[in-house]
T-cell receptor
Framework: GAGVSQSPRYKVAKRGQDVALRCDPI?????LFWYQQALGQGPEFLTY????????KSGLPSDRFFAERPEGSVSTLKIQRTQQEDSAVYLCASSLGAAQETQYFGPGTRLLVL | AQKVTQAQTEISVVEKEDVTLDCVYETRDTTYYLFWYKQPPSGELVFLIRRNSFDEQNEISGRYSWNFQKSTSSFNFTITASQVVDSAVYFCALIWLNNDMRFGAGTRLTVKP
């Protein structure tokens, strides 16, 4: 596709449920990033992949958060045993090469945990 | 500490006014990159500009211009002759030789007709 796509766009989960968020980066982009954006705030870094390798997961807030990119293209962010504080917009971005190149963002997945 | 500060939380202007959005950053590194993104109500972050720390030349793109001053650690963004379609939240961001891009808190710009 022409841009980064994410699905679902909206997700409502009951506290304690597991959720999986999908990101399709721009074709050929080596780097992929996940960010969390709370209401009224800027995005905060969660994790970074270069191809299939997860090179940085320093931003993941707890061990309930897990991300993968097994074939170096599509990525999934999984949140286990969701909590209310996980409610946010989850943004995915990709860049052609290194992390310092321009990152292009998807529309985000808005997660609401009840 | 590496951080980005956008002191203006909200700005409201009338169409055709010029408006400047401020961005001040902190970094210990000599090599870094600065960005501006626009986030319209639809929610998707739209890339506007990327600058590296070695290029202090100001840039103009249509009604948009950017003023990068290393001496004051600022990277301000000016919209000339603002339009209603410019209404959005604007984010300034910083990345250095790592993978963790830091965003400011954003400035919500409202342009009234």
């Amino acid at each position: 596709g022409a841009g980064v796509s994410q699905s679902p766009r909206y997700k409502v989960a009951k506290r304690g449920q597991d959720v999986a968020l999908r990101c399709d980066p721009i074709s050929g982009h080596v780097s992929l990033f996940w960010y969390q954006q709370a209401l009224g705030q800027g995005p905060e870094f969660l994790t970074y992949f270069q191809n299939e390798a997860q090179l940085d997961k320093s931003g993941l807030p707890s061990d309930r958060f897990f991300a993968e990119r097994p074939e170096g293209s599509v990525s999934t962010l999984k949140i286990q045993r969701t909590q209310q504080e996980d409610s946010a917009v989850y943004l995915c971005a990709s860049s052609l090469g290194a992390a310092q190149e321009t990152q292009y963002f998807g529309p985000g997945t808005r997660l609401l945990v009840l | 500490a590496q951080k980005v500060t956008q002191a203006q939380t909200e700005i409201s202007v009338v169409e055709k006014e010029d408006v400047t959005l401020d961005c001040v950053y902190e970094t210990r590194d000599t090599t870094y990159y600065l960005f501006w993104y626009k986030q319209p109500p639809s929610g998707e972050l739209v890339f506007l500009i990327r600058r590296n720390s070695f290029d202090e030349q100001n840039e103009i793109s249509g009604r948009y211009s950017w003023n990068f001053q290393k001496s004051t650690s600022s990277f301000n963004f000016t919209i000339t002759a603002s339009q209603v379609v410019d209404s959005a939240v604007y984010f300034c961001a910083l990345i250095w030789l790592n993978n963790d891009m830091r965003f400011g808190a954003g400035t919500r710009l409202t342009v009234k007709p």
